[in-house]
Each structure stands twice: as C-alpha cells, then as structure tokens.
C-alpha cells in the first residue's frame, strides 16, 4: 500500500460495521450498540475533519445498503457512509482489469501510461479537499452481487467433500487463467492492440507466476480455497463470497480494514494482511480496542492531506443579519477563477474561505412542495444566501464573544488556513476594475503572501501571517 505520512489513511469498513454504528441513529436500536464502537466511530470522523483519513465507499456497499430492508436504517447508512469520505472505490471489475493489465505490461517490460496511481482503485483523488456536501443516488435492489442456486449448490458440494485448501488453490488457479486466456480475446482485445502485445505473449503471462501474483488473483484464491476447504464453517457461502470479493480487490489499497472475525482470522493466517501491509480488524470487543488505539496513535502522528495556499477570512458588517448574495457570487466566481483555470488548471490546490458572523443566523430553508410550486422565487434573500455558502463550500464562524480578528483566525486548523489569512470586508468593492466574468482579487492576494506584504498591492486587503 503506498500510504504517506502526507496522504489520507485508508479505512475501508465492511458493511457490518457501518450498519451497527448507523443504529445509533434509530431510537429502538440505539442503546444495543457497544460504546466501543461508537468510539471508533468518533475517532474516524476525527481524523476525516482533520484531512488524515479517509473511510470510502464501494460498490458492495452500494449493494448490500440497497438489499437493506429497514428504510430508516438503510437511510442511516447512507448518512454516515457520506460523513466518513467523500471518496469512493473504483467497483471490482475496474480494479481488477487495471492490476491485470498493469500486471501484463510490467512482464512484457512495456511502461505504464498510468497518470497517478490512486486511479487504479478510486473514483477521485483521496487526499483531495472535504466538501460541505456530496451528491449521492441510491441504488435500488437489483439483487446484484448474488450467485445463482447451481453455482451454490456446486459451491457447498465442493465443502462438504472436505478437499484441502492447497488441492483447492491449484483448481481456482487453474480455472482463472482459463478464464482470463478468454478474456484476452474479449474484454482486453483493445488493449493487447493499443500496447503491441500478442495473444501468446499475453498467454505466457497468463501461465506464469507472476499471473498469480496479482494482487486480487493473489488474494481472491487463497481465501476462497481457505472457504471451500472449511467443512466446519456454517455461515453461507454466498456471504463468505461478498466478503472475499470486496477484500480481494480492497486489501491493497488500505491501511486498515474491519470485516468479520473468520474474515480477519483467515488473512491473518495466511500472512495477506503483511504482505499488502494492511491492519484487519474484527468487531470483536478486544479487537475494537486495539483498532482505537492504532487510530489514535495514527492522528496523533499524521499530518493532513492538503494545506491551504493561504486562506480569506470575511468580516461581514455587524449590522447585516446574512452576507448578500452579490458579494457571495462575486467571491465564489472569484475563488473558481483561481484554483480552476490560469496556472492551477487541473491541480489541486485550495484556498479556504471563512465567513464571520457576529450573531447566530438560523435560516429556515423553504420545503420541496414549495421549490416545485414557486421555482427560484421560492427562496428569499437570506435563503440564497445560505444556499451559496453552502455551495460554494464556504466556512462559517460564529464569533459570539466578539473576538479580535487575530483570535479567530487562531482557532482555525492550520492546515485549513494556511501560512496566511487575508482580512476581507463583505463591502469590500475588488474587482471592480475587472470584467464580470473575471477575477484578480485571489492572485492579488497570492502575489502579497509570497512577497511577504503586510496588505495586497492592488486591493490593500490586510494580510495576517500564521
């Protein structure tokens, strides 16, 4: 796993796990949840807020919530499945395609056109910035991720005939590089063709070692020898079949994963969790402690993801209940402007934005049936206003006690403002000078924080350094 002190700890929590902690959103289920969990829980999200870990989603997920027959559980899963990563895993499918060709290439000596390598297993990039929100549309039931009754039937003959898991792994090789000699015909016809490579070639690779070095190969066939070859094992095979799909493409892309205790026992046995250098844990009491030790352990020492280019901290005029929607178009245009097009196109860069608010501001946001009704006419000022907050991902402060601007600012993360904050008034008039559609005032800013200004040179916006 090439996990950094600088990148995001991977955290991959198999469905059990989030469903028990999403309990505690139910008023009849909430008191049968284990304190321990709730506080793995509570450190996860921890270090999430702090831009050190990261727990994604993946198409299992997506599955087995859908098969969910409780709506408000199911509804409940989803909620803490978005407030523990905005990231999601590439579905099995795509990860497996990329180790293999990726695999085929190294043993052809081609170079790999890979950009980066977080794209082989994830949707976006994990050490990016945390969001206000994130978009998400439930799948339905389809009834994927199923094996068929034959295929069960065959599955559990295979079981109950007590064959040993090293006769088993050599049938599951076997089958796989007969499934794959196929599909390089089919599904990888294009790629052979684009990188040069020959059926035969990619046959002989196909009957090599390093085929079954592949990582989901590697690990997929010996867990699911290890299954098949437990005659003593009662939990259905349809379930240990979702559990060693997931972890078969996962477990290289994760420094920790928590699945079900046969699951934990048996990669740990076989020595997969050291040799992809990924901690399994159970949701076994003694095992849940250990996991919040190393969690804590793990924030205590990591440093965040991202750092902020500098950071804008707006003061808005006491007099004002809400900033005004003018002046929050105008900053969010601005901000886009800066780390979306000119020299930060397509790289992730941030620059974060505070709002403070001398009182507390509780705005009631008009209901569905009244968005349908009225469209846009359905929200009043104050109501657009927190929408483009919202929106735009922009930060509020209540700063109740009335503090020096210093004060505030010292209460923000580091990470999050960065080596310095610009003081803006929300009746400031920047970019008056410029086009509509255009922006300087964050260039303005950036070029007086690498000259070390006490004010910005177009604008004169005050510059505090941290």
Known sequence: M???????????????????IAKFDLADKKDKVRPALRAVFDAIKAGVDEEKFLSPDGWIHAIETA???????????????????????????????????????????IQ??????????????????????????????????????????????????????????QAEIIATRKHYKMLIRTDYKYELSRHGVSVERAEEFIDSEAFAEVPNIDIFCRLWSRSLADKERKRGI?????????????????????????????????????????????????DLGKMLKFLDEERAKKVPASTSLFSILCVMAKSKPVYEVSFLKKLSLARNKFQRTGKYWNKDVYVEVFLVYEKSTKIKMPNSEEVLKHGPHAMNAAQWSEMLVFGSNFEKIYNLDGKKV????????AHLRGPATAILRDDSDFDADVPE??????????????????????????????
């Open 2 to 20: 090439l996990i950094n002190m600088k990148s995001k700890t991977i955290i991959y929590l198999d469905q059990n796990f989030i469903s028990d």
């Open 67 to 109: 098969a969910e027959s409780n709506p408000e559980l199911r509804s409940a899963i989803g909620s803490y499945q978005a407030y523990l990563g905005q990231t999601s895993l590439n579905p099995p499918w795509e990860i497996k395609s990329s180790q293999f060709v990726n695999a085929l290439l190294a043993y052809c000596g």
């Open 112 to 169: 790999s056109d890979e950009r980066e390598t977080w794209r082989t297993a994830f949707r976006e990039n994990p050490n990016r910035r945390m969001e206000n929100f994130r978009i998400t549309v439930s799948m339905p039931d389809l009834g994927l991720g199923g094996l068929s009754d034959n295929s069960l039937a065959s599955l559990q003959k295979i079981r109950e005939s007590g064959v040993k898991a090293e006769t088993q792994y």
């Open 238 to 286: 349809e379930g240990d079949y979702n559990d060693i799909e997931f972890l078969s493409v996962y477990l290289p892309y994760c420094a920790v994963i928590a699945t079900d205790h046969y699951m934990k026992t048996t990669v740990v046995s076989l020595g997969l969790d050291k040799k992809y250098g990924c901690l399994v844990f159970s949701m076994k009491e003694d």
């Open 406 to 413: 210093e004060k505030v600012i010292g209460g923000i993360p």
């Open 437 to 466: 559609h255009d922006s300087f005032l964050f260039y303005d800013i950036e070029n007086a924080v690498e000259k070390k200004l006490a004010q910005s040179e177009r604008y004169m916006i005050p510059i505090v350094y941290n």
